[in-house]
């Protein structure tokens, strides 16, 4: 079983930054790719920023130009730079790993809070 513990949430001003922490029970290498993904109240989780076991990132246009993921590999750990934060980026951000062998599947973290005050 594989576990994902977010960490770095918190309450920040418009304009602050928050860098938030995914550390991985086993090798990250080993995912096909990790995420983060975000759920405001009352919306469906969705997409941030993702990172494949080769260094691929894609970004949801909404963040991109300010938040910046990334990987290390010797810390089993994925990180979320945000920068420029505003009211919009509020919701629980959630750790996502994939696998693709044997079979494809999905581990979640438990989430971290994000509140942005204007």
């Known amino acids: 079983q594989v576990q994902l513990v977010e960490s770095g949430g918190g309450l920040v001003q418009a304009g602050g930054s928050l860098r938030l922490s995914c550390a991985a029970s086993r090798r990250i290498f080993t995912f096909a790719s990790m995420g983060w993904y975000r759920q405001a109240p009352g919306k469906q989780r969705d997409l941030v920023a993702s990172?494949?076991?080769?260094?691929?990132?894609d970004y949801a246009d909404s963040v991109k130009g300010r938040f910046t993921i990334s990987r290390d590999n010797a810390e089993n750990t994925i990180y979320l730079q945000m920068n420029s934060l505003n009211a919009e980026d509020t919701g629980v951000y959630y750790c996502?790993?994939?696998?693709?062998?044997?079979?494809?599947?999905?581990?979640w973290g438990q989430g971290t809070q994000v509140t942005v005050s204007s």
């Open positions: 996502n790993a994939e696998v693709k062998f044997p079979r494809p599947n999905y581990y």
């Open positions: 990172i494949t076991n080769n260094g691929s990132t």
